[in-house]
């Protein structure tokens, strides 16, 4: 593998940590705080094509590959991970499948102004009751003369409450029971496209979270919701390949979403380590806390390393499901384990909301949960192991 970035991802990178730096690190605490929408900061991310990064420039994208949005993601993420996922989303949820699915009137109607950041958009797969196993999922679309009507409900709906489409799944074929005393039905699933203000389409208040406050989610109702046949992305009864193909993408996103974390909390635990003096010399002198940073950077680098690999091979057109998971799995642990040591290095002041540590540590615990928990990663890894 070559480690050698192009020009191209290195100015891109360059464009994202200047951006980042300037406009989204000054402003992290203050909507972590006050879990506002960030719309500045996502309207200037259109601006500089961080919503659409790998999707071509016909279709509004900027025309790089998946490893210019890996590093641009990290540099978004680490000033602020709230907006860090916004992006994610957008990218790697919404535009990835559309244009790799979905019809030409669906990527220029659609895709083009989502890629461009003039729309978003958001990703319907999760229900109240149906998470990893998407065989219990309840949302039915009925098929009618020139369309389909949905109803049920997705939850944990991040961009959500600000989308301008959602591609939802549902249920189109509920198949026959396979057998033995446990058989469950064997569903079927197709991916629609569901526009803002359709009839039908409904949603709650914003989700109340733990850290990501200003990345906003909550739970979208479907009832009666009549959705055209030309809304349908991919094939009918397709969906479940559609979502899977949607989420090794999304799990290298999420895993530069992760590392830009760990590295936000790395980086203010070294600067604090030379300040902060006890026995008359600046704690970065002990070794118990060199032990922590040399550990602190060598998971970062090792998650890095893992996400750049799954994003290579994704622009390579190879199958990447066990090296995203892989990719994903560790660097959210790592997160975790990072944001965790670089509370302890600041002792006290870690656990007070005044330093940004405390803010690292809540945001990065999601990052083991969402678009796969870490179990589901370590099934999908032992299953392309074992096979």
Known sequence: MDFELTE??????DV????ALREVAPKAAELDKTGRWPSEIVAKMAELGLLGVAIPQEYGGAGMDTLSYALAMEEVSAACASCGVIMSV???????????????????????????????????????????DAQTMVTSAEKTSGGWVLHGAKNWITNGPHADWILVFAVTDRGGSGSGPDARPRLKHTAFLVERGTPGYTQNPIDHKL??????SCTVFFDNCRVPDD?????????????MATLDGGRIGIACQAIGIARAAFETSVAY?????????PIAQHQAIQFMIADMATQIDAARLLAWRA???????????MESSIAKLYASEMATRVTHKGIQIHGGYGYSTEFPVERHYRDARITEIYEGTS????IVIAANLLR
Request: glycine share 12%; with cysteine; hydrophobic share 35%.
């Open 8 to 13: 191209e991802q290195r100015m891109l990178r």
């Open 16 to 19: 994202a940590r200047e951006f």
């Open 90 to 132: 957008n990218n790697s949820l919404f535009c990835d499948p559309l244009y790799k699915f979905g019809s030409e009137d669906q990527r220029k109607r659609v895709l083009t102004p989502v890629a461009r950041g003039e729309k978003l958009g958001c990703f319907g797969l999760t229900e109240p009751m149906s998470g990893s």
């Open 211 to 216: 850290g990501i406050h200003a990345a906003h």
């Open 231 to 243: 809304n349908v992305v991919g094939s009918v009864n397709g969906g479940f390949k559609v979502a």
């Open 273 to 281: 380590a030379k300040e902060r003096r006890s026995f008359g010399v």
């Open 311 to 321: 994003a290579a091979m994704k622009d390579e057109g190879l199958r990447h499901s």
């Open 375 to 378: 179990e589901i990663q370590r």
